[in-house]
């Protein structure tokens, strides 16, 4: 599978300038009448609130998904097999939890996220603090982006920065298409 390394921004380390991201991102959504959902397990929901704090996300935020752990994963349609070969924190699980959660809740585009913020899991042998793995499913094609983020000062802070990545590629990819 093919993963695209990102280079870490400072700049979403902003929470001003990720929230302005989400409101453009939410906006150019209801404009193309496009319906998103998403499978986040680090970021533990972030995308999908910062998705909801524009007026109007009711017409395109299907749903979201926070499956923060391996079983929560594997519930809500990640294939068990997937994270036994290829590990949680990897990209093939990001690209399966974007297609779960799009095809679960009938969506246009999904945002699957998994990785390591902060301490490493002892419960899982693939984490590396700071490595995050993401993919953008828009309409059964799947984009997955991996990114290390450096030391933070708090879990907030690696949600939004995260977020904030994601937020680009997606608002870039929407754009384009729309060309």
Request: aromatic share 6%; net charge negative; with cysteine.
């Amino acid at each position: 599978m093919a993963c695209t390394e990102l280079t870490y921004d400072r700049k979403f380390e902003s929470e001003q300038a990720v929230r302005a991201l989400y409101r453009d991102l939410t906006l150019l959504l209801i404009e193309q009448r496009l319906q998103i959902t998403t499978m986040e397990s680090c970021t533990s929901g972030q995308i999908a609130s910062l998705l909801t704090d524009t007026e109007g996300a009711s017409a395109i935020l299907r749903g979201a998904f926070v499956t923060y752990s391996n079983e929560a994963k594997v519930l809500c349609g990640v294939p068990q097999k997937v994270i036994d070969t290829s590990g949680v924190y990897s990209a093939e699980t990001a690209a399966a939890m974007s297609a779960a959660a799009r095809e679960s809740m009938r969506a246009d585009l999904s945002i699957g996220v998994t990785g390591t913020m902060g301490n490493v899991d002892t419960e899982n042998r693939d984490s590396v603090p700071g490595q995050v793995f993401f993919a953008l499913d828009v309409r059964g094609e799947v984009r997955v982006f991996r990114l290390t983020v450096p030391q933070l000062s708090g879990r907030l802070c690696y949600k939004l920065a995260v977020a904030g990545h994601i937020g680009e590629k997606l608002l870039k990819i929407v754009a384009e298409s729309n060309n």
